[in-house]
């Protein structure tokens, strides 16, 4: 079992930087891959970015490569997500999620805990 709890949206001009963090409980989560997904108003959810147990190699979707950057810290049972160049497009709620496989990385299906996620406002 692994309990996720997102922090660290809010509001942010157009340009400028968040840092979310994702805190996880259990003390397997360094065998999980994790995802950041997100969903804005009247949209399907979708994926933004992975990063396998190790921490090793990172996936993102086309639309934040270049500007978001995912890691993580095992010793802190945590991931984090920073976004930079923020986009008003990039407004939504953020999930972290956990996978136990770690194979089909935009797939939400195959992540088996989520979190309560976060809200990101990027006004232009």
């Known amino acids: 079992q692994v309990q996720l709890v997102e922090s660290g949206g809010g509001l942010v001009l157009a340009g400028g930087s968040l840092r979310l963090s994702c805190a996880a409980s259990?003390?397997?989560?360094?065998?999980?891959?994790m995802g950041w997904f997100r969903q804005a108003p009247g949209k399907e959810r979708e994926f933004v970015a992975a990063?396998?147990?190790?921490?090793?190699?990172?996936y993102y979707a086309d639309s934040v490569k270049g500007r978001f950057t995912m890691s993580r810290d095992n010793a802190k049972n945590t991931v984090y997500l920073q976004m930079n160049s923020l986009k008003p497009e990039d407004t939504a709620v953020y999930y972290c999620?956990?996978?136990?496989?770690?194979?089909?990385?935009?797939?939400?299906?195959?992540?088996?805990?989520w979190g309560q996620g976060t809200q990101v406002t990027v006004s232009s």
């Open positions: 259990g003390r397997t989560f360094s065998s999980y891959a």
């Open positions: 999620a956990a996978d136990p496989y770690g194979t089909r990385w935009s797939v939400s299906g195959d992540y088996d805990y």
């Open positions: 990063i396998p147990w190790s921490g090793v190699g990172t």
